[in-house]
């Protein structure tokens, strides 16, 4: 998609959210012809909003944004190929990950993309701009913007220090301020996923967290787990 | 911004936060916020007056010195459509600033490993 809008003026600017740092990025980083940057600070969360990934931002030749952040899958991810009633998957992955898996399989075909209407979008972007319904005005790229009450600015300020404490090798001291960013922002996706992946990169239960992706997922509902995408515009 | 003093230089606020305090008050962008005389002393920023004063929090770990203070509140995530001095490392470690691409059209996409 990248090499095929380029030569129209587009550029895509990866931004791996990851507190781990660009090792734990690079593997799928590493590459590609366009710029990939290391967010550890999960600075798209404080400036533009962002709660999942992946989100998309559209910023204009003049640096305005005319899209705020929504969900931005580029293609349908493809189904799982794995056999669960295989016996040598079964031998080779054992019991408890097959069981997980039978769970986590269908919750995942729950989810709510639409990769087509959202690519279909940016290339009509791409090749007409300002004329492009889908550059959204400015008026409505802020009413969509995500609302900031003082707990989510303070979930960010909580998310920032166990992040500083993680960095610089105080693990065990970040953990009380992941949860905290975690109490004061219960649906930002990104903040949980983190934290959880410091301590266990299955994003399994733990004796640090009172919560765990599956568990989470299931409480939350999978069809929620992705907010609707929107792309006409309202105004 | 994480920080272990609460007196900050105006540059290092500036930096961090996008506002630059002067003795009309915090300005950035085109918006300026007054500011009660005490918060700006010799370059140095008052923490707690600047963030009371801009609807920002700042949280405090007593246990290792440190302040956080957080971005602003009570509106929305974003309080302007142009985009901010966005400059994060790339995966060598070289920084790059999302300015750098004015004049295309950019895609932002979040990811992450985990």
């Known amino acids: 998609m ?31 012809d366009f710029p990939v940057v290391v ?4 600075l798209l969360g404080e400036l533009f909003g962002v709660i999942n990934v992946p989100s998309g931002i559209w910023v204009d030749e003049d640096g305005v ?5 929504e969900t931005a899958y580029p293609a349908r991810p493809a189904p799982s190929k794995i056999d669960l009633d295989d016996p040598t998957v079964q031998a080779k992955l054992g019991e408890a990950a097959i069981a997980r898996l039978r769970v986590v399989i269908p919750e995942l075909a729950k989810m709510q993309i639409d990769p087509d209407s959202y690519v279909d979008a940016l290339r009509d972007w791409v090749t007409h701009g300002a004329a492009s319904r889908f550059a ?14 003082p707990e989510q600015a303070q979930a960010a300020a909580a998310f920032a220090l166990g992040e500083h404490l993680h960095r ?41 967290y009172d919560s765990d992706w599956l568990t989470d997922v299931l409480r939350e509902g999978a069809e929620n ?3 609707p995408l929107e792309m006409e515009p309202r105004l | 911004m994480i920080t272990d003093t609460l007196q900050v230089p105006v540059d290092v606020l500036s930096r961090e936060t996008g506002w630059r305090v002067k003795p009309v008050g915090a300005c950035r962008d085109d918006v300026c ?56 490392p790339t995966l060598s470690g070289e920084p790059f600033a999302l300015s750098s691409l004015r004049g295309r059209k950019v895609l932002i996409v979040s990811w992450a490993s985990w």
């Open chain 1, 225 to 227: 787990y992705y907010e």
């Open chain 1, 136 to 149: 959204l005005s400015a008026d409505e790229v802020l009413e969509r913007s995500r609302p900031r009450p």
């Open chain 2, 33 to 88: 916020v007054p500011l009660p005389e005490a918060t700006l002393t010799d370059d140095l920023v008052d923490l707690p007056s600047f963030a009371d004063r801009l609807g920002m929090p700042l949280l405090h770990d007593d246990e290792h010195g440190l302040w956080s203070l957080g971005p602003q509140s009570g509106g929305k995530a974003m309080t302007t459509v142009q985009a901010p001095d966005l400059v994060l």
């Open chain 1, 2 to 32: 990248r090499t095929e809008l380029a030569p129209q003026g587009f550029e895509l600017l990866s931004v791996a959210m990851d507190s781990a740092g660009a090792d734990a990025a690079r593997p799928f980083g590493e590459g590609f």
């Open chain 1, 168 to 208: 610089s090798g105080r693990s065990a001291a970040a953990v009380r301020w992941f949860r905290e960013s975690h109490r004061l922002q219960p649906d930002n996706w990104t903040y949980r996923r983190q934290a959880w992946t410091l301590v266990d990169p299955k994003q399994g239960p733990t004796e640090q």
């Open chain 1, 39 to 42: 967010d550890s600070g999960h």
């Open chain 1, 65 to 69: 944004v005319v899209r705020p952040p």
